[in-house]
């Protein structure tokens, strides 16, 4: 595919192909299955491989490697149990060894415990091309908190892929806005339903502009707390963020916001998962300052979203004008559906008002 | 038989006896400078450890930079075996570099004992234990290349005179 056919599609709404490779700092990428086959221990890589047909099948979501249990990789489609011949039941699976889970983990930390202590202690690796390693063994613990982990049991490799068109029904939020500040959205949902993919699409379009929708191109500053928006590797981005957007990678919300604000000049700040502390009195100050906050919540729905004290004061900052609830459940009438199904939603919904407008802030 | 013969095979015996003497030489005159190349390379390695978290196989490829001789081979080659893509530990990786540069060195077994127990725990805990394990082995290094420094050039003379008056031994016992 060329480039310029993956711009003009990434600045449409269509739907992801599955061919559709994902972008790593603007190079096209190789398929992300592939690129994460790469972390998997080699006894166990050739078995994978074999699955893995290019161009067609449901795409896979996660690689689980678990101890003494049979090696498993969770599909659009379902589970798939690898076995020496191919995928069949759970009982003719090959079974994941230590070795294997050893070998793996190598390959995810480079061999370097002390350059992911961090990130063993929180239980994620971010990969290059903003894929994630979920690690659980025996965690290490010193002063009453987690440290790090060893002896692990568990490694499951979560495929990433942008969905670009992800954010175009939001797009209606902010149409016509021109040179005007663009309004607070918080995007909320369970676990798992999209809200970063969404998040990250936006922060693109925004980036780029959309001239189509009368939004002109923003600096877009992002606080990549937990490197899921951006996924830099290196202070690469591994994921296409437009050409107007800089990342802070690693930085706790309270502190990156201000510093991006102070920096950067941005007219846009997005960051994931508020709710922490002192998360409010940051947002509190960006929306002082006249800046667009962007921002994602874990909330089942609104009501959830009132009843957690934390969110409810982050909400009430007057950093956000709307809240955009996703799940995966249809809400008749009141539904926008997504031009793309997301990783771990099938399908995946965004319920907006009927108007076309979020709900109301609660 | 011909004396031509005769001083030809003399000449044999002393060059193989004085080369013998003089390849041990070789080797105890190099040690105390590769000593120190992998203590400046274990060092550099210490550096982008602590400082900057590099992961261990661009950190031991930026070591190489720093040192010269085996001392570079061995960071190189360790980086190597680790992006083989086999998975394979730092405590491997190291391992098989080290025996394959256990020939172009002149490390004694007791320089290789040291080193190979280094390998042991590089990269397999936090950056605070490394540094210990680093620094534990820079000084056991440096306690070795002071000793070899002391003895070095008068024990290259003692095996390279050894050498010849072996050859002259043999060339006696001979005739």
Redesign the interface.
Same mark, same amino acid.
């Given at each position: 595919m060329s480039t310029s056919a993956s711009h003009s599609a990434d600045q449409g709404s269509a739907g992801f192909a599955r061919s559709r490779p994902a972008f790593a700092g603007g190079v096209r990428a190789a398929e992300p299955e592939a690129q994460v086959l790469a972390y998997v221990g080699p006894r166990l890589r050739p078995l994978l491989q074999r699955l893995l047909l290019p161009g067609s099948g449901p795409r896979w979501l996660e690689i689980r490697l678990r101890l003494g249990r049979p090696l498993n990789v969770v599909t659009e489609d379902g589970d798939l149990w690898v076995g020496a011949r191919g995928s069949g039941t759970p009982e003719e699976a090959v079974c994941c060894g230590s070795e294997d889970i050893e070998r793996s983990v190598q390959l995810v930390t480079r061999a370097s415990v002390y350059a992911w202590e961090d990130e063993l202690a929180q239980g994620f690796c971010t990969l290059p091309g903003g894929h994630r390693a979920g690690l659980c063994g025996r965690v290490i613990r010193r002063g009453g908190r987690i440290t790090g982990q060893k002896a692990f049991g568990s490694l499951n490799l979560r495929i990433a892929r942008a969905v670009p068109g992800a954010a175009d029904p939001l797009l209606p939020l902010l149409r016509r806005s021109g040179a005007r500040p663009l309004p607070g959205i918080v995007l909320f949902g369970p676990p798992g339903c999209g809200k970063t993919t969404v998040l990250r699409d936006l922060c693109r379009q925004l980036s780029r502009g959309r001239p189509d929708w009368g939004i002109v191109p923003r600096r877009v500053a992002i606080v990549d707390e937990r490197s899921e928006i951006a996924a830099c590797v290196d202070g690469l981005p591994q994921f296409d963020l437009g050409a107007r957007s800089d990342v802070i990678d690693g930085a706790p919300k309270a502190e990156g916001l201000p510093l991006l604000v102070r920096a950067f000049n941005p007219e846009v700040v997005a960051c994931d998962e508020i709710g922490g502390p002192g998360d409010a009195r940051a947002l509190a100050e960006v929306a002082r300052c006249g800046v667009a906050v962007l921002a994602t919540a874990h909330a089942r729905d609104a009501a959830d979203l009132r009843a957690r004290p934390t969110l409810r004061s982050a909400l009430h900052t007057g950093a956000f004008d709307f809240a955009v609830p996703l799940r995966d459940d249809r809400t008749p009438g009141a539904v926008l559906p997504l031009t793309a199904h997301l990783p771990g939603s099938v399908p995946l919904r965004l319920a907006a008002h009927r108007e076309g407008r979020a709900c109301p802030l609660p | 038989m011909p004396a031509a013969l005769i001083v030809a095979g003399i000449a044999c015996i002393c060059t193989a006896t004085g080369g013998w003497g003089w390849l041990i030489a070789r080797q105890l005159r190099r040690r105390p400078a590769e000593l120190a190349a992998v203590q400046a390379a274990l060092q550099a390695l210490r550096t982008e450890?602590e400082y900057a978290?590099?992961? @261990?196989?661009d950190?031991l490829r930026r070591a190489a930079t720093a040192a010269r001789g085996p001392a570079a081979a061995l960071c190189r080659l360790a980086a190597r075996h @680790?992006e083989a893509?086999? =998975? %394979?530990?730092?405590a491997d %990786?190291w391992s098989v570099a080290l025996d394959q540069t256990d020939a172009l060195s002149s490390w004694d077994t007791s320089d290789l004992a040291v080193l190979g127990q280094l390998g042991t725990a590089l =990269?397999?805990? =936090?950056?605070a234990?490394?540094v210990r394990h680093i620094a534990l082995c820079v000084g056991r290094l440096r306690a070795a290349e002071a000793e070899a420094r002391g003895g070095a050039e008068r024990q290259a003379r003692m095996w390279l005179y050894l050498g010849v008056l072996a050859g002259a031994a043999l060339v006696l016992v001979t005739l």
């Open positions: - | 450890i978290s590099t992961p @261990l196989p950190a @680790l893509g086999a =998975g %394979a530990s730092a %990786a =990269g397999a805990s =936090g950056t234990d490394q």
